[in-house]
């Protein structure tokens, strides 16, 4: 991992075009009202130098400072492309313009993919998260890291995640808020965004690969899939945001019933009494809050729910990280 440095401002840095303003900066302080972002706290920018992002810094440097938020600005260059390092480059020449510190960080996500076992893209997801979240540490314990994702981010996740199967907690699509996490653009359709861009002649980097369909399944989602049900239904990206609301509401109320049900089941030695075992839909929800993060296989967590209903005893169930349960007698020890 290689630091590039953290850039200063530069003294007289120029203000966005007024036209910037009352579009994107409209747009930042709508969002910012809805998740509640509090007045005078430090605020880490995530800026890619795309669209999305140029939009979030452009309008969050233009409601600062009268809300009073101590900007600091990341960048991750995670070295996949010949010209990242021209974007990132970008970014901070973007960031100084404006008057704000910046921080970019280069890092061999490939490297950290192959070492970690991951796919280079959630690698890469990892290491921003991780390096955004040292900035925001730096600037405070209570403050943000905002990033910019947009309804049609939220869409493309909902109907990826459903191409790919699962339960509830899938469809979720990206939560507006999570932990220091806030996304005050997530209301916000992406063309919008790239217009006013335009409109007031602001640059930002596009990066090929986004465009390219045999990249990544999220850009054949984003290039085929999404146009064509927005065929079907001109508002399916307003719909899919409304199911993925839905499903996050009825996920909240399932795993409250299940804290509730492991509650009641938990045996004093820690162990879990499935005598009488709840609804199939209950119990799976019961047993991924007892085994914890990381949560095992769909294959995995069935094998256990067939060993707890089941008349076998002294069977055992390996979770993966390290972890099993024992089934004994109707009582599931997790360890």
Known sequence: MVEQGTHKPLVGGSNPPSATRSALADAVARGARSLAIPDGIGLVLAVSGGPDSMALLTGASAVARERGWNLHVGHLDHALRPDS???AAFVADAATALGLPVTVRRE???DLAAAEHRSPEDAGRLARYRFLEELAVGLGPVALIATAHTADDAAETVLLRLARGG??????GIPARRGRVVRPLLTERRATLRAALDAAGIA????????DPSYAQRNRVRAELLPALE??????VEALL?????AAEDDDLLDALALAELTRRRADDGSIDWHGPPHRALGRRVLRLAIGEPAPSAERLEALLQ??????GGV???LGAGRAASVRDRQIHIG
């Open 85 to 87: 390092a021209a974007d």
């Open 307 to 312: 060993a707890a209903e089941g008349p076998r």
């Open 108 to 110: 061999a996500v490939a």
């Open 231 to 236: 065929r079907l239904n001109p508002r399916a």
């Open 242 to 246: 409304r199911f993925g609301r839905l």
């Open 167 to 172: 339960g509830l907690r899938g469809l979720r």
């Open 316 to 318: 055992r169930i390996e």
């Open 204 to 211: 930002y980097r596009v990066d090929p690969t986004n465009a």
